[in-house]
Structures are given as structure tokens and as C-alpha cells.
């Protein structure tokens, strides 16, 4: 039976249109009552019924995610924590993927679904920057130069990419290598700054990057450029896949002869021949910040800048030397 407003007022000791201003949003409820509300309607199972919130705000509680790719893990991942997050809080999801036509069609696609906002992802965000957003699309980036036309949330993937450096200098190795991600990516281009920046304060030699796009395959290619190396650091951990596998192939040791550390911690990681290390991306905090900036920007909010931590994660793929 679908539980209603009367119930939750009757739950939590206040009127039915308290209820409603909670659920709608209004800042004319104090904040302990707000909670006690909330806190009736998290008890009961309480869900706003979409239809009629959307003819007294104006606003469908659905929101859009812009990718252009869901092939890679990463972006997987992330539709995954979005997908979740706006379930939290009531949101529906619309997906639209940025095709031959472009940005400004998948905007289109998304307006006519009546979406509230959208969150842009990864290597999508770079179009959004390119292109002139709809002014009545809220927007926020995931992975992006500053700009103030939206939120923006990323991870710190220099400061994961100098850790990870860091760590195989510190096992001995005059210098590492880089397998780095495409061009164009801004994740990939600050992973290889994290890169730089680590060499050149440890005075190491900076040998230029052999170049993926983050798949498997094009770790493996990588690898062919790689036969001086003694240690190297993967823009993400599907291209060390394709890497460790061909320096097997050739013969060479895992991390006997060649430190691998890879970047995301993707799922299935630990379970690589070695085990990889790596450095991990929080996507479910990712996921949540960057529904959370939307939410605000929805309700009225200024754009914000959030950065998660990413944190180095050891195992066997490193070793010692």
C-alpha cells in the first residue's frame, strides 16, 4: 500500500503541509523538525509521487548523465555510483551517449526528457567545454579545467599518479615509465603531470610517454616501447592489463624484472597474475559529489569545485627490489 503524506505526518507529529514543504524542498521548515520528518518518511518507505511534485515546482526530479562511452570500466563505474546516488534521493536518471551528432544533441535528447540537470562524464566533458550549454541545463563536470559555468568534480589524479611514481622510486628504480592515457583526457593529462612532477623532484630522468586509449590492447601495444624500463606507471588499470600481459609474453618477470602499478583499482585488480598495484578512485564518492553539486544547483546553489582524494593501493605487481 502506498504510504502518503497524512501518514508521515501522522508518524512524525506535524501537519501534512509541513510534509509537503519538507518534501518540496522549502527552507520554511526548521531544521529539527526537518529531520524528524525525514527522518518518518526514511521509516515508512516514503516516495514523492513524480507527476504531481513536477506541476507544483516545475521540476521532474530527473536528472541526466552525458557519456561518451560506457565501454570502459571507469565510466561504468560511474553510471553505477550516479545511478545510486540519485536513487538516494528520489532522482530518476535519463542517459543519453554523445554520438556522431554531438554534445548539442544530447543536450536536446536530454531537455525533452525534461530533465532538471545533468552530470557530464569524463571524456564527454571535454565537448560540454567546448560547446555552449543550454542556460536552463544545470551542468556538472566530472574531470575538468576550471570553469565557471558549472560544478566540477574530480579526483586527484596527480596527486594519485606522483604517489604511485613516488613508490616505485622508492623501491630503487632510477625511473619509471609511463603508459599514458589519450591527449586529450583531462584525467589522463593530470596523471601524467603527477608523473612529471614526482620525476622531477626526485631528479629522476623523464623518459617520454608511450601513449593508450585506455583499453587492453593498447597497453599491450604500449608495452613494445617499453623493453628498457624497470618500472613502470599505467594510466589506468585496464591498459597494465594489456601490459602485463605482454611482458609476460616476452618473457620477463612480474615484478622481478619490471614494477607495474596501474590507476582506478578497478573491480577485478587484486585478481590480476600478479596482483596489481594501483591507485584507487573513490567513484562512489565521485558518484555522490557530483549528484549532491547537481542537487544544489538545481535548488539555486553556486557552482562548486570538489576534489577526492585517490589513495595508493600495494600489492604484488611492485614489489622490491
Given at each position: 500500500?502506498?504510504?502518503?503524506?497524512?501518514?508521515?505526518?501522522?508518524?512524525?507529529?506535524v501537519s501534512a503541509q509541513t510534509v509537503s514543504r519538507v518534501a518540496n524542498g522549502s527552507p520554511?521548515?526548521?531544521?529539527?523538525?526537518?529531520?524528524?520528518?525525514?527522518?518518518?518518511?526514511?521509516?515508512?518507505?516514503?516516495?514523492?509521487?513524480?507527476?504531481?511534485?513536477?506541476?507544483?515546482?516545475?521540476?521532474?526530479?530527473?536528472?541526466?548523465?552525458?557519456?561518451?562511452?560506457?565501454?570502459?570500466?571507469?565510466?561504468?563505474?560511474?553510471?553505477?555510483?550516479?545511478?545510486?546516488?540519485?536513487?538516494?534521493?528520489?532522482?530518476?536518471?535519463?542517459?543519453?551517449?554523445?554520438?556522431?551528432?554531438?554534445?548539442?544533441?544530447?543536450?536536446?535528447?536530454?531537455?525533452?526528457?525534461?530533465?532538471?540537470?545533468?552530470?557530464?562524464?569524463?571524456?564527454?566533458?571535454?565537448?560540454?567545454?567546448?560547446?555552449?550549454?543550454?542556460?536552463?541545463?544545470?551542468?556538472?563536470?566530472?574531470?575538468?579545467?576550471?570553469?565557471?559555468?558549472?560544478?566540477?568534480?574530480?579526483?586527484?589524479?596527480?596527486?594519485?599518479?606522483?604517489?604511485?611514481?613516488?613508490?616505485?622510486?622508492?623501491?630503487?628504480?632510477?625511473?619509471?615509465?609511463?603508459?599514458?592515457?589519450?591527449?586529450?583526457?583531462?584525467?589522463?593529462?593530470?596523471?601524467?603531470?603527477?608523473?612529471?612532477?614526482?620525476?622531477?623532484?626526485?631528479?629522476?630522468?623523464?623518459?617520454?610517454?608511450?601513449?593508450?586509449?585506455?583499453?587492453?590492447?593498447?597497453?599491450?601495444?604500449?608495452?613494445?616501447?617499453?623493453?628498457?624500463?624497470?618500472?613502470?606507471?599505467?594510466?589506468?588499470?585496464?591498459?597494465?592489463?594489456?601490459?602485463?600481459?605482454a611482458f609476460a609474453d616476452g618473457g620477463r618477470g612480474i615484478p622481478s624484472d619490471v614494477a607495474?602499478?596501474?590507476?582506478?583499482?578497478?573491480?577485478?585488480?587484486?585478481?590480476?597474475?600478479?596482483?596489481?598495484?594501483?591507485?584507487?578512485?573513490?567513484?562512489?564518492?565521485?558518484?555522490?559529489?557530483?549528484?549532491?553539486?547537481?542537487?544544489?544547483?538545481?535548488?539555486?546553489?553556486?557552482?562548486?569545485?570538489?576534489?577526492?582524494?585517490?589513495?595508493?593501493?600495494?600489492?604484488?605487481?611492485?614489489?622490491?627490489?
Open positions: 500500500m502506498r504510504v502518503s503524506m497524512a501518514d508521515v505526518a501522522a508518524e512524525a507529529g520554511r521548515v526548521d531544521p529539527a523538525t526537518r529531520a524528524r520528518v525525514e527522518r518518518a518518511m526514511a521509516d515508512l518507505g516514503y516516495r514523492m509521487h513524480r507527476a504531481a511534485r513536477a506541476l507544483r515546482t516545475g521540476q521532474t526530479s530527473t536528472i541526466g548523465l552525458v557519456v561518451s562511452t560506457l565501454a570502459s570500466v571507469g565510466n561504468s563505474r560511474m553510471l553505477q555510483a550516479i545511478s545510486e546516488a540519485a536513487a538516494a534521493r528520489d532522482y530518476a536518471l535519463a542517459v543519453v551517449t554523445v554520438g556522431e551528432r554531438g554534445i548539442h544533441e544530447a543536450f536536446a535528447r536530454l531537455r525533452s526528457q525534461g530533465v532538471d540537470g545533468a552530470v557530464v562524464l569524463n571524456e564527454a566533458t571535454e565537448l560540454a567545454r567546448d560547446a555552449e550549454p543550454p542556460a536552463d541545463l544545470h551542468l556538472v563536470v566530472v574531470d575538468s579545467p576550471p570553469d565557471e559555468r558549472f560544478s566540477i568534480v574530480q579526483t586527484d589524479h596527480a596527486g594519485g599518479a606522483r604517489a604511485a611514481t613516488a613508490h616505485l622510486l622508492s623501491l630503487g628504480h632510477a625511473t619509471v615509465h609511463h603508459v599514458a592515457g589519450p591527449a586529450r583526457s583531462f584525467a589522463a593529462a593530470e596523471r601524467e603531470r603527477g608523473w612529471r612532477d614526482a620525476l622531477a623532484g626526485a631528479g629522476a630522468a623523464i623518459v617520454e610517454p608511450v601513449r593508450g586509449d585506455w583499453t587492453s590492447a593498447s597497453g599491450h601495444r604500449a608495452a613494445a616501447g617499453l623493453d628498457a624500463a624497470t618500472a613502470v606507471f599505467v594510466a589506468n588499470d585496464q591498459m597494465a592489463l594489456g601490459v602485463l600481459r607495474v602499478v596501474g590507476f582506478d583499482d578497478i573491480v577485478d585488480a587484486a585478481e590480476f597474475r600478479p596482483p596489481l598495484s594501483t591507485v584507487r578512485q573513490d567513484f562512489d564518492a565521485l558518484g555522490g559529489r557530483a549528484v549532491a553539486a547537481l542537487v544544489a544547483a538545481i535548488e539555486g546553489g553556486a557552482p562548486v569545485v570538489e576534489t577526492v582524494p585517490a589513495a595508493l593501493v600495494v600489492r604484488a605487481s611492485s614489489g622490491s627490489r
